[in-house]
């Protein structure tokens, strides 16, 4: 308990007393990174940024915990105890580590520039530059996939970011109220207090699962007379939920779901949206297609990811990403292919893996390790060549010089032998509804599949050890408490 007691408060003294500003030094190399999600932010934080020059670039001036951003939407969790200032995360940082809040718009693997834009109100205006780099790390992640379907662009809303549920919060409770205003007509309720998600992934499932949970707890007690309106459906174009999980737990989630009575329609691929249905064609047990129309209040879409348009202008430029579609493809050691001084991690990198947070993380790692190694072994090899040189300049300390040079190559050795990237999977969790989860874990080297109330126990405690800081997971036990014992917050 002292040690962890005194863990904590080393941490906030750290926090609170920032490492001293550092002028770029022109001796070392400008590492630019972009990007402050899960792959950027684990790189910087394990990065002994003494070795470069570092330049972070980032529209969004915060780590955002996203595996509890659909607790967000309902209130279960406030927006701000799962972000964490990216200046937080860089003022313990040694040497020159600047940041900038600015979005990339294109990057020239030639001239080794990025162009970067802001766009703020505070100035009245955009403002363009460009900041040239040494090493280049990409890790802008991926936005909503939306396949041009007609309609879902201006009339969904999206879970990726804060303010998109900050958005959904809103329109939650936005479509309760109308519905309850005086003399509706009953068609009007229930196309308000439809709730319709698209996209059986877990983005849509672990939503679906808390919007029930606001509506059974805190919206059904407070506004009781529409209590028996409120339906949530989620669509999915392939035959069950959750794909990549295990065939048990996708059961196990669907008969959950079925309890609380979220309508599940598999099989379903919507085809266009309008401002206040969803049109959709669904395949039959018999194999036969029907449209089907589902009018809605509020319309969540989370079908997965696409490129975002700087990371394809940078694919457009060089010949050897003209294969790759779904980002920029990388070789082992995550260098995107066709450039040496370029590497994309998180979900704009092809690497082979599905775009997770545990895998964007993993790469940070691998890259502040590398990045780590490679200074090291700048620094080496200048020591060697110094020690050679100095051979002739002082032969009486010959034997002794020499074995400096032995022992300095010996280390050198040690640290080149860089092994590629590996991702190794710990699991996949998901929060399902009514206080269960499922979790496909690997564990000692086999596979334990559970759904269920323990679950959610081992859900709630995997997150919380993830949260960022301990300041994020002080807040995030708050707010379950809170909404616990007071109900969530239900003004708009
Ligand atoms: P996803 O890609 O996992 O799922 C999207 C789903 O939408 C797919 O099943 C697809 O069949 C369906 N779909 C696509 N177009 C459709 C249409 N027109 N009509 C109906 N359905 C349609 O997306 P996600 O849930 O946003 O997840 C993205 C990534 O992030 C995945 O790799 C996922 O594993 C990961 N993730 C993991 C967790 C977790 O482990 N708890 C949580 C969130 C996201």
């Given at each position: 308990?002292l040690?962890g007691v005194?863990?904590?408060?080393?941490e906030?003294?750290?926090?609170?007393?920032?490492?001293?500003?550092?002028k770029?030094?022109?001796?070392k190399?400008?590492?630019?990174?972009?990007?402050?999600?899960?792959?950027s932010?684990?790189?910087?934080?394990?990065?002994?940024?003494e070795?470069y020059?570092?330049v972070?670039?980032s529209?969004?001036n915060?780590f955002?915990?996203?595996?509890?951003l659909?607790?967000?939407?309902?209130g279960?969790?406030?927006?701000r105890?799962i972000?964490?200032?990216?200046?937080?995360?860089?003022?313990?940082?040694r040497?020159?580590?600047?940041?900038?809040?600015?979005?990339?718009?294109?990057?020239?693997?030639?001239?080794k520039?990025?162009?970067v834009?802001?766009?703020?109100?505070v100035?009245?205006g955009?403002?363009?530059?460009?900041?040239p780099?040494?090493m280049?790390?990409?890790?802008?992640?991926?936005?909503?996939?939306?396949f041009?379907?007609?309609?879902?662009?201006?009339?969904?809303?999206f879970?990726?970011?804060?303010?998109?549920?900050?958005?959904?919060?809103k329109?939650i409770?936005d479509?309760?109220?109308?519905a309850?205003?005086?003399?509706?007509?009953?068609?009007?309720?229930?196309?308000?207090?439809?709730?319709v998600?698209v996209?059986?992934?877990?983005?849509g499932?672990?939503?679906?699962?808390e919007?029930?949970?606001?509506?059974?707890?805190?919206i059904?007690?407070?506004i009781p007379?529409i209590s028996?309106r409120?339906?949530v459906?989620?669509?999915?174009a392939?035959?069950?939920?959750?794909p990549?999980?295990?065939?048990?737990?996708?059961e196990y989630?669907?008969?959950?779901?079925?309890?609380?009575k979220?309508d599940?329609?598999t099989k379903?691929?919507v085809k266009?949206?309008?401002d206040?249905a969803?049109?959709?064609?669904?395949?039959g047990?018999?194999?036969?297609?029907?449209?089907?129309?589902?009018?809605?209040?509020?319309?969540?879409?989370?079908?997965?990811?696409?490129?975002r348009?700087?990371?394809?202008?940078?694919?457009?430029?060089i010949?050897?990403?003209?294969?790759?579609?779904?980002?920029l493809?990388v070789?082992?050691?995550?260098?995107?292919?066709?450039?040496?001084?370029i590497?994309?991690?998180g979900?704009?990198?092809?690497?082979?893996y599905?775009p997770?947070?545990?895998v964007?993380?993993?790469?940070?790692?691998?890259?502040?390790?590398?990045?780590?190694?490679?200074?090291?072994?700048?620094?080496?090899?200048?020591?060697?060549?110094d020690?050679?040189?100095s051979?002739?300049l002082?032969?009486?300390?010959?034997a002794?010089?020499?074995?400096?040079?032995?022992?300095?190559?010996?280390?050198?050795?040690r640290?080149?032998?860089?092994?590629p990237f590996?991702?190794?999977h710990?699991?996949?969790?998901?929060?399902i509804?009514s206080?269960?989860?499922?979790?496909?874990?690997s564990?000692?080297?086999?596979?334990?599949?559970?759904?269920g109330?323990?679950?959610?126990?081992?859900?709630r405690s995997?997150?919380?050890?993830?949260?960022?800081?301990?300041r994020?997971?002080?807040?995030?036990i708050n707010?379950?408490?809170?909404?616990?014992?007071?109900?969530?917050?239900?003004?708009r």
């Amino acid at each position: 308990l002292l040690g962890g007691v005194a863990y904590v408060g080393y941490e906030i003294y750290q926090d609170r007393n920032p490492e001293p500003q550092v002028k770029p030094d022109p001796s070392k190399k400008t590492l630019v990174v972009l990007g402050t999600g899960w792959g950027s932010v684990s790189l910087l934080k394990r990065l002994d940024t003494e070795n470069y020059n570092v330049v972070v670039i980032s529209p969004r001036n915060y780590f955002l915990f996203t595996p509890l951003l659909p607790s967000c939407t309902t209130g279960t969790i406030e927006h701000r105890s799962i972000m964490e200032p990216i200046r937080t995360i860089l003022r313990s940082k040694r040497g020159h580590v600047k940041y900038y809040e600015a979005e990339a718009s294109s990057i020239d693997p030639e001239r080794k520039v990025v162009r970067v834009f802001d766009n703020s109100e505070v100035r009245g205006g955009m403002i363009e530059t460009e900041v040239p780099y040494d090493m280049l790390v990409i890790g802008v992640g991926a936005e909503n996939a939306t396949f041009g379907i007609p309609g879902v662009r201006e009339n969904s809303c999206f879970l990726k970011e804060i303010g998109d549920a900050q958005l959904i919060r809103k329109k939650i409770m936005d479509c309760v109220e109308t519905a309850a205003f005086k003399d509706q007509s009953p068609e009007e309720i229930d196309r308000l207090l439809h709730m319709v998600v698209v996209g059986g992934g877990p983005t849509g499932v672990e939503f679906a699962g808390e919007l029930q949970d606001f509506f059974e707890e805190d919206i059904k007690k407070l506004i009781p007379d529409i209590s028996d309106r409120f339906r949530v459906t989620l669509i999915e174009a392939l035959p069950n939920v959750l794909p990549s999980f295990s065939k048990q737990l996708i059961e196990y989630t669907e008969s959950t779901f079925k309890e609380e009575k979220i309508d599940i329609r598999t099989k379903t691929m919507v085809k266009k949206v309008t401002d206040k249905a969803v049109e959709a064609e669904a395949v039959g047990p018999d194999g036969k297609k029907e449209k089907v129309t589902f009018p809605y209040g509020l319309l969540v879409w989370a079908t997965g990811n696409a490129v975002r348009p700087v990371v394809r202008d940078l694919m457009g430029r060089i010949p050897a990403q003209k294969d790759s579609r779904r980002g920029l493809a990388v070789n082992e050691y995550l260098v995107v292919q066709g450039t040496r001084d370029i590497w994309a991690i998180g979900d704009c990198a092809v690497a082979g893996y599905a775009p997770t947070a545990q895998v964007a993380g993993q790469e940070g790692n691998f890259l502040a390790r590398l990045f780590n190694n490679m200074a090291k072994t700048e620094m080496l090899e200048e020591k060697i060549r110094d020690l050679s040189g100095s051979l002739n300049l002082k032969p009486g300390n010959a034997a002794e010089i020499s074995k400096e040079i032995e022992d300095s190559e010996r280390q050198l050795r040690r640290i080149k032998d860089i092994k590629p990237f590996h991702y190794s999977h710990q699991g996949s969790l998901a929060y399902i509804g009514s206080e269960k989860a499922v979790a496909d874990v690997s564990w000692f080297n086999g596979n334990f599949a559970s759904g269920g109330s323990l679950t959610f126990l081992f859900w709630r405690s995997a997150y919380l050890s993830m949260c960022f800081s301990t300041r994020n997971r002080l807040l995030v036990i708050n707010d379950w408490l809170k909404s616990k014992l007071f109900g969530r917050d239900v003004s708009r």
